[in-house]
């Protein structure tokens, strides 16, 4: 039997999620729950050739082979699976429940 996720909260940074998520959004995250289609992730992306790249939220729109294939809102910002193929699933991190209301935003 599974244990209860992990609840956090995740930050986002760049525009690669606009206009569903955008720069400084906190977004409520469960850590340890199965990837879901159709759900917003946070996901690591593969290293790039100047090293690694930044934990990201994408879409996940299907299962790829032995991964997910991971999309972004913005096609002009950011890193998809267009660019460097489907996610494996260890790398699917999160799944996103909610973006907090700007109101519980930190000051």
Same mark, same amino acid.
């Given at each position: 039997m599974r244990g209860l996720p992990r609840i956090g909260v995740a930050v986002v940074r760049g525009r690669s999620m606009e206009p569903t998520y955008a720069e400084g959004d906190r977004l409520l995250v469960a850590y340890g729950v199965r990837p879901a289609p159709g759900r917003a992730h946070v996901i690591r992306l593969p290293d790039g050739p100047d090293g690694p790249r930044p934990i990201a939220v994408k879409w996940l729109t299907r299962r790829e082979g032995d991964g997910w294939w991971a999309e972004r809102d913005n096609p002009a910002e950011g890193i998809d699976s267009w660019l460097v193929g489907a996610i494996p699933e260890?790398?699917? =991190?999160?799944?996103?429940?909610?973006? =907090?209301p700007r109101s519980l935003r930190a000051r």
């Open positions: 260890h790398d699917v =991190l999160a799944r996103v429940l909610l973006r =907090l």
